[in-house]
């Protein structure tokens, strides 16, 4: 199946510092990818869909100017975690959409903010 | 709205023992079913899919029935091994393309 690279695998910060997070479509052009979180022994939670060259779309309740999502091209997408708190120390997944068929999966980016 | 609700775990298991894990979901139209692994640490994995109603999706010994008439997907296993061990995600794809997951089922298959 298609591959979806994401990194880095883990990242530790400092509160109040910026981190991003980027997550590739490897031997296809992708042009919707989702991001997601998830908490620890829960689902995840669809943060936002990003189509390129246009705005995230964003879930209720997420915070755009605090998870800012780029998607340059069809085969990249970045999620920059603004002005990171302990709260947001979280397990970040994202996902790309192959047009017309399924989604693959990044393999996670475990972020901890101390 | 789409939604999908799958067993709670852990679901323990000895190595060899039979596998279910139950799946019902809710959707207008017709969906697109899914059965994802996550090992520890990792991102997912697409286990096997159903795209309409009797479609039977397989992979690695798991399968999986596309039951409209109960909207249902359970997943199976006749014989389970500890590397099975994970957590399996139910999923639903309707009229949009994003995906509606269920809250996820942690396997525990001990020797």
């Known amino acids: 199946g298609a591959v979806v690279s994401q990194h880095p695998s883990r990242v530790i910060c400092k509160s109040g510092t910026s981190v991003k997070i980027e997550c590739r479509s490897l031997?296809?052009?992708?042009?919707?990818m989702f991001w997601y979180r998830q908490f620890p022994k829960q689902s995840l939670m669809l943060m936002a869909t990003?189509?390129?060259?246009?705005?995230?779309?964003?879930e209720q309740g997420v915070e755009k100017d605090k998870f800012l999502i780029n998607h340059a091209s069809l085969t990249l997408s970045t999620l920059t975690v603004t002005s990171a708190h302990p709260e947001d120390s979280s397990f970040y997944i994202c996902?790309?959409?192959?047009?017309?068929?399924?989604?693959?999966f990044g393999q996670g980016t475990r972020l901890t903010v101390v | 709205g789409d939604s999908v609700t799958q067993m709670e775990g852990p679901v323990t298991l000895s190595e060899e023992a039979f596998l279910t894990i139950n799946c019902t979901y809710t959707?207008?139209?017709?969906?697109?079913l899914f059965w994802y692994v996550q090992y520890p640490g990792e991102g997912l994995q697409l286990l096997l899919k159903?795209?309409?109603?009797?479609d039977k999706g397989s992979n690695k010994g798991f399968e999986a029935t596309y039951r409209k008439e109960t909207t249902s997907f359970h997943l199976e296993k006749g014989s389970v091994q500890v590397s099975d061990s994970a957590v399996y995600f139910c999923?639903?794809?309707?009229?949009?393309?994003?995906?509606?997951f269920g809250k996820g089922t942690m396997l525990l298959v001990s020797p």
């Open positions: 996902s790309a959409m192959e047009p017309a068929t399924e989604a693959f």
């Open positions: 031997d296809f052009q992708a042009t919707t």
């Open positions: 990003s189509n390129e060259g246009s705005k995230a779309t964003y």
């Open positions: 959707a207008t139209g017709y969906p697109s």
């Open positions: 159903a795209t309409k109603a009797d």
């Open positions: 999923a639903l794809k309707g009229g949009y393309s994003t995906l509606t």
